[in-house]
Each structure stands twice: as C-alpha cells, then as structure tokens.
C-alpha cells in the first residue's frame, strides 16, 4: 500500500466516522426532501428563494440525479427569470459525462436552448461567466467547429480547471474539475494518473464540506479500481447517509463493495436503491436494471441461486427494452450471461439467445459480445464445437466492426472474450499449449484496462479462467498462482475461491487449502438481505 493511499484512508476514516450513523430512513415517496440530498451552498447572483431552489437543484445533479436535476433548475428559472445559473443548470443537467458516449441529438438541443436564454445583463459576475462559458464548450452553436465531442470534454476540463486556480475558494469549482479528470481518464491507463490527481482535490474540499454529495460521490469513482478501491470504502459508507433519497447515491456505494467483495453491503445497497428508485415517479427502467445486475452478480457470489434466477427470469420475461442504451443493452445481454457461466452450467449457456430479438443490438456490439462470449464457452465445454465456432465467429465481427468505428475500448473487450472462446475450443481439441497461449493473452490483455462503470464486473475473470484451465491440464501449482492474482483484482470471488482451494490442496499446499475452504464457507448471506 503506497503512502499515498495510506493518507487517503486516514483521512476520510476521520472526516466521515460519524456520518454513517445517520438517519436510515431513506425512502421519501411524494416531496424530495433536501436534507436528504446532502449539503450544498453555491453562491449565485439571483433572488433568496432562487437560490434555495439552486442549492436544491445542484446537490441532486451531484448525486447524477440528472432527470430530477434539470427539473429543479427549470424552477429556479421560475421563481427567478433573470438567475442565468438556472440556465446553467440545465445545460449541466444534460451534461452525462461520465455516463453517455455523447449526449443525444434532442439533449444538445435543450442544452443550447437553455444558454441561448442567458441575457448578458444578467450575468453579474466574471466567475458566473466563466462557469457559463465552460459548459458552452460542450453545447456549441454547431457541429462545425472542428471538434468532436471527446475534444469538447478536453477543453471543457481545461476550463474548469482555469476556473477552480482562478477562484481557490470556490469548492464547486475544485469539484467540477475533479470531475472532469475523473471523465476524461482512459480505462486503459493504468497509472491511475487522473484518478489520483482527482482524489488530491476532493480531498481539500472534504476536509470543509464532509456532507457534500459531490465528494463522497466522486471520491468513489475516483476509487473505483482495484489498486484503490480501499480509499472509496469510507465514502461508501457515508454516501448513503449523505444523500439517502437519491436512488443512484444508495446504488453506487456497490461500486467500492464489488471491488472488495462485501457482498451482503453489494445486496443491501442495490436493494435500497431499488426501492427508492420505486418511490419516484420518474422513468427509472434503465437505473432499475442496472442496480439488478449488480444484485444478480451478488447474489451468485452468496450462493443465493434462486434469487439470482428469479432476476434472470424476469428479465426474459421482457419483451421490449427501453430506452435504447448501453446501460440498458448491457444488462439484458450480462444477467442471463452471468447466470449461466458463473454457474458453470455450459449447457444452459450454449442455448442463450439475442434478447429481446427487436432490441437495435447492431448499435450495441459490445453487449451483444457478452451473449456470444457465454455461448462460445458454454458450447466448447459441453463439447458442441460447432456452436462454439460459430460463437467465436461471431465475436470476430464484431470485434472487427468496433474497431473499424474506432472504439477502441469496446473492440478490446470484446477480443478478450474473443480469445478466452478460441481457448476453450482449442482445449476441447487437445491443442493444449495452443489453449494456454490464448488464455493467458486474454487474461493479460484483461488486466492491461478497467471495467466500464456500466458493470459490476466481467461475466467471469479472464485469469480465473486461465487458472481453471491449468487445473483442468493437473498444473494445480501454476493454477494456484493464476487464482489467487485473479482474487487480489477481484476478491471473494465464490468460483475464484472454489477453485484456489481445490488447487492448493491438488498442489499439496493443505494450509492453504483450508484456509480457501474456510473462505469458501463464511460466503453465506445475512438472514434478512432481502427483508
């Protein structure tokens, strides 16, 4: 543990020991109470109620409560015509930069509307005008400026960061910018470089306002890596108290737990969100899905098998999926993938199908990868090498195609997958150097990059994969070795440590087998995780 990391979590330990103490009831139904959204003040140049209504507005836009967020800033605009932050507001409602690949056509437009509505009489300050100026940068006039949107969000950060040296004081502007770095970090850089430098910031504005949503939010994805995931646990904790009404604060506490393997706290998080999700009358269908995919993921690490199904049936049971995204695409391709594989029943996951079928998955490679990813495997290890070959042809083309449109991140993740398949279907065929030589580069290829925030995880680790495999070819010390770098990366993995134990005690390493074993058995749920 690097002393960087070592100061982090001593001194969020310190900041937010008491904050998870607080009030549990998370649930508000009719009126979004804004003691429950966090604390937030952010000085504008409008009338009191206005700003009451803008402190409002924001602390949800920094839970990414972004449907409810735009509708609290039309408000402000209501009670106060001339409050050109309202304006804004809105644009950044739109602003999904750690979500959408870019925002939608119909977003755009709503976003340059609302600053077009901006007079420059009623911008009565330089710094209301450079926040103003900076998310311009992201909704230009037109898309003739030469700059694509991953451009825009480069220029975007500079500003903020202009902004945040030009105003030392103004923690809202300290945030934003972290957020900028954390949105324009590469998933396949692994020096964490952004991450961290974004966890510095928060962490300035932490020691003033502990019960800001944005800072213990942010400071978890900063810390959503394996590497440093340990310096999100405390946020975690307390994110939930900070902004309890808010359905994706109670989700996203899960992304710390995931990566430590806390999979009751995954369970009790994703059901909590859930449930407030429910109590909201906004479209909430792509969140829900998510938050159960999670759930499902959990649940399998628990051993919770006929929830998990119940999730997985209820899934195909849907004949339609909206809206059209990744997040959606993503989880009805994973839940049934998942369930399947990480149950290692290979028959079950040689028979998945596309679904729904009138899904528009051409605009979805990746996600439409996972189901093939399943097939293949299923198919080469119940000896079905005509499907497995098919599935593996298929992961060929759409590998291809992402990386003809340049989708670089999708197009390795798909040939991680891609190659796990090849190594399983050469194993089937007794090319046994062939197979290893294919698993290791899918596992190595795998821990070169990050998972995407749309996923609790991959449907099955590449290097676990890769030490099954040697334990399968009696090479228990060399699959020893694979399993327990696959558990560091992902911990308390059930397959993960099924698999170690058997190893160690095949390697004659008894100690070690029966401390897996014991590991093995204390991953029982809770009596009340579904209460």
């Known amino acids: 543990m690097t002393t960087f990391v070592r100061l982090l979590i001593f001194t969020t330990t310190v900041f937010w020991a008491g904050i998870t103490m607080a009030d549990g009831n998370h649930h508000p139904v009719n009126n979004i109470d804004q003691a429950k959204l966090g604390k937030v003040h952010f000085p504008v140049s409008c009338t009191p109620a206005a700003q009451n209504q803008f402190d409002k507005a924001l602390a949800m836009l920094h839970s990414f409560w972004y449907d409810e967020a735009e509708k609290a ?26 979500w959408a690949t870019t925002p939608t056509i119909e977003e755009m437009q709503r976003a340059r509307h609302a600053l077009a509505q901006v007079q420059p009489s009623t911008i009565k300050t330089d710094r209301e005008k450079s926040y103003l100026d900076a998310i311009a940068i992201i909704y230009p006039a037109t898309d003739g400026n030469g700059h694509d949107y991953s451009t825009r969000k480069q220029v975007y950060e500079q500003a903020m960061q202009r902004i945040a040296e030009q105003f030392p004081d103004d923690n809202e502007a300290t945030l934003f910018y972290a957020l900028a770095l954390i949105s324009n970090a590469s998933l396949d850089d692994k020096t964490l470089t952004r991450q961290k430098q974004a966890l510095k910031l928060l962490q300035r504005v932490l020691r003033d306002e502990p019960h800001h949503p944005g800072v213990a939010h942010y400071i978890i994805h900063s810390s959503d890596y394996p590497e440093l995931a340990a310096l999100g646990l405390d946020a975690a904790r307390a994110y939930t108290h900070i902004a309890p009404t808010v359905p994706h604060a109670l989700h996203m506490s899960s992304h710390i737990f995931v990566r430590l393997g806390l999979w009751p706290d995954v369970v009790q998080s994703n059901l909590a969100a859930y449930q407030a999700s429910q109590e909201h009358a906004s479209d909430n269908y792509g969140d829900d899905i998510h938050y159960k995919d999670y759930l499902l993921y959990a649940y399998l690490q628990l051993g919770e098998t006929e929830k998990a199904r119940a999730i997985v049936q209820d899934i195909l049971a849907a004949d339609q999926a909206h809206p059209h995204n990744t997040t959606i695409a993503y989880a ?101 150097e062939a197979a290893l ?59 993960g440590i099924s698999l170690a134990a058997r190893a160690a005690k095949k390697a004659g390493d008894l100690s070690k087998a029966e401390q897996y074993e014991r590991q093995y058995q204390a991953l029982q749920p809770a009596e009340d995780l579904s209460s």
């Open 437 to 495: 030589q294919l698993m290791r580069a899918s596992a190595d290829l795998e821990d070169s990059t990050e998972k995407d925030n749309v996923t609790p995880g991959s449907i099955i680790p590449a290097r676990e994969l890769l030490g099954e495999l040697l334990l399968l070819l009696n090479q228990p010390e060399a699959a020893l070795k694979e399993l327990e770098a696959s558990l560091h990366r992902t911990p308390n993995r059930r397959n």
């Open 73 to 98: 800033f039309q408000q402000v605009i209501a009670i106060d015509p001339d409050c050109a932050m309202g304006h804004w507001g809105i644009a950044m409602s739109l602003y999904q930069q750690l």
């Open 332 to 432: 009805f391709a994973a839940i049934p993938a998942r369930f399947a594989v990480e149950r290692s029943d290979w028959h079950a996951a040689a028979k998945l199908s596309i679904h729904p079928a009138n899904f528009p998955w051409q605009q979805f490679g990746w996600c439409k990868a996972l189901t093939h990813f399943a097939k293949g495997l299923g198919a080469a290890r119940s000896d079905n090498m005509i499907e497995a070959k098919n599935s593996l042809k298929q992961l060929e083309t759409l590998r291809d195609l992402d990386r003809a449109a340049h989708q670089d991140y999708t197009a390795g993740q798909i040939e991680i997958q891609r190659l796990a398949v090849a190594a399983w279907i050469a194993a089937a065929e007794n090319r046994t």
